[in-house]
């Protein structure tokens, strides 16, 4: 049963009002939310929803539309702005990004009297609470933070104290922050941070799960054409979503694949990558990955985005592969742009490469590569999967920030790292889907351990996941 306050709450992120006849009338149906989804999508002109309107949708529908099995709800690329010049082109991307957070934090009740960034200095012997963008993160020689902050009004520099509980999370540049400050009487002296508030996941969120029996397998980092791709664990894999090997009965039920990123190991990605690769043209690449899905039974429905490896535009958000690759694949599998979120019979996933895990983790002490579900909850913290500019992840100049996660999925999902991870955290099922590629020198080099052929079978109607291993042999893991 829905939340009757998570209702309310998913109409406000819309900007929609919703009126108390409606509210009933959408909790007495069996699928209040995939209606309001539905409603908000082809209702532009009612700002307040009223029964009447829903009413409307209902007498269209008779009974409770049908969820359908794949619906798209936001892909993060969207098409650039021919004549911004670079430098408009990413002021608009960055004030798009603040006031989004913006809007998330400004009712926090944790952040009172907030105040433009400008006039903190002006609140003497005060306490007042601002909504920045983390512009520089500096120690003083005592340890001290000195964080400098802006929004559209200015900027201003405050004192995080060293060893207070303020400073034990690192800040990132470019996140969107909530901070509350007490400014100082004493002259010179930097506004205090007396609390840290970031955006998170909203108490009383949505969540969606399928009403009838429907499983999706989460897997990422196929990297077709390497020489180190795991030919036998994908035949195991194959072999299971036909029902050909263990858990029948399990596979029975997989109606959707995701793949979260490199789907084939492309070209010119590293330096000297031909002398790992088996394919080295990028066309037959794709061919190989379209005749891979085709030995998943045409019934099963695959998701997949494009991560570094794939032959788009690397800056993120990246767009879905061009026509001329798509038409080498199957007809069961879309491929859509890096992030996406979409709903599989109703359950709200967002899929993301994750390369941003390259520029968070060496901005956080303690973020390990083999522990991707601690970076993942620091993106739902921040409400951004890669917030950093001008680092290691190029990011498309584009009018709407992409990265920002609105709205909150049922499921992340997450690769690039090829290591493996889930956790509940929240009520949003977090998974990093493992790889189909063994280790590479690249990771080597790196000192990070793969987990590869991990497969995470999903159970939509309760989130329930149980993991295959698929790694050397027929998989490990099944019930
Ligand atoms: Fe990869």
Known sequence: MMEKNGLIRFFEEHNRLLDPGALDLLLSQAHPLDLSRTILEEDREDIVITAKVVGRYLAGTRR?????????????????????????????????????????????????????????????????????????????????????LDDPSGETTVLVPADSPQSKEPFLPDEVVGLRLWVSKEEGKFARVKEVVRPGLSGGRTSGRSAKPSRTVFISDLHVGSKMFLHDSWDQLTAFLRGESVN?????????????????DGIGIYPNQEKDLEITDIIEQYREFGRRMREIPSTVQIVAIPGNHDAVCPAEPQPPLANELLKLLPPNLEVVGNPSTFALDGVVVEAYHGR??????????????????????????????????????????????????????DVLVTGHTHTSGEEVYRGVLLLNASAWIGETEY???????????????????????????????PPKGAR
Do not use: W
């Not at 990413?90 to 006031?99: E, G, K, N, P, V």
């Not at 498309?396 to 999925?409: E, I, S």
């Not at 351990?449 to 999903?458: E, F, G, L, S």
């Open 248 to 264: 029948p009965e399990l596979a029975q039920e997989v109606r959707h694949v995701v793949i979260a990123g490199d789907l084939v």
């Open 443 to 473: 990771q080597r080099m790196r000192n990070v351990k793969p987990d590869p052929a991990q497969a995470y079978v999903v159970d939509l109607t309760n989130l329930g996941v149980t993991k295959l291993d698929f790694f050397g042999g």
């Open 356 to 409: 941003g895990f390259d520029d968070i983790i060496p901005n956080i002490p303690s973020a390990r590569y083999e522990r991707p579900t601690e970076v993942m909850k620091r993106m739902l913290a921040m409400r951004h999967l890669s917030p950093i500019f001008g680092d290691k992840i190029p990011l498309a100049p584009l009018a709407r920030d992409g990265l920002v996660v609105d709205p909150v999925p």
């Open 64 to 148: 409770p539309p049908e969820v359908p099995s794949f619906r798209m709800i936001a892909q993060g690329y969207s098409v650039p702005t021919r004549s911004a010049e670079p430098r408009e082109a990413f002021h608009a991307l960055f004030t798009d990004r603040f006031r989004r957070l913006h809007h998330l934090l400004r009712s926090r009740s944790e952040l009172k009297n907030i105040v433009p960034v400008s006039s903190v200095a002006g609140h003497v012997g005060e306490e007042v609470s601002l909504i920045g963008m983390v512009k520089e993160v500096r120690s003083t020689k005592n340890r001290h933070l000195l964080l400098t």
